[in-house]
């Protein structure tokens, strides 16, 4: 499919990405809009430094998640996506956030909201039977499991140790973050 025709699609459909955003709000898929009153967009020295080090951030945690991971690069994409999408109502609800903070418990499988192929394939920006294809993979290998409305992520059941290494691994990136962002003179 063109991508003009993809964009035209979903915002026929209204869908919205794993994050909740609807996609019609986003000036393309993955492209996130500034808030009107950020003034460090405005200064380009300040774009530039926070470009360098969020890109060095994701490039760590990436490559963290990689070697944990008994997966191929994308598959492990999409496993993150699946866990990502199925706790981010969270985020907007600090007591329920909160609630489930902690990373010796994972959250209860009731309170995960699934995630559709589809959703995957279109937040990714990946041919949907390229997502499809590769989730029955992930599925035969219990990385995720199926239930009403889409897919949920199995890593904390099968293998918690790894996923509190991974929390740990990017408690201590995201604050290495933070601290360059305040040495820049660039407060969050």
Do not use: W
């Amino acid at each position: 499919m063109f991508p003009f025709l993809r964009s035209a699609a979903r915002a026929a459909l209204g869908q919205t990405s794993h994050s909740g955003v609807r996609l019609t709000q986003l000036p393309r898929p993955g492209v996130a809009r500034p808030f009107e009153d950020d003034d460090a967009v405005n200064d380009p020295a300040q774009l530039r430094i926070m470009s360098r080090l969020s890109m060095d951030y994701v490039i760590s945690i990436y490559s963290a998640i990689l070697r944990g991971s008994p997966h191929d690069p994308l598959d492990t994409l999409i496993l993150c996506t699946v866990a990502v999408a199925n706790v981010a109502h969270l985020n907007s609800d600090r007591l329920l956030s909160h609630a489930y903070a902690g990373v010796d418990a994972p959250e209860p499988a009731e309170i995960k909201r699934p995630i559709s192929r589809n959703a995957v394939a279109l937040s990714l920006g990946l041919p949907y039977e390229t997502a499809r294809r590769r989730v029955e993979k992930l599925l035969e290998a219990g990385a995720l499991v199926e239930r009403d409305g889409g897919l949920i992520g199995a890593n904390e059941e099968a293998q918690p140790e790894m996923v509190k290494a991974m929390a740990e691994q990017n408690a201590v990136l995201l604050r290495r973050l933070v601290r360059q962002l305040r040495d820049q003179g660039i407060e969050i």
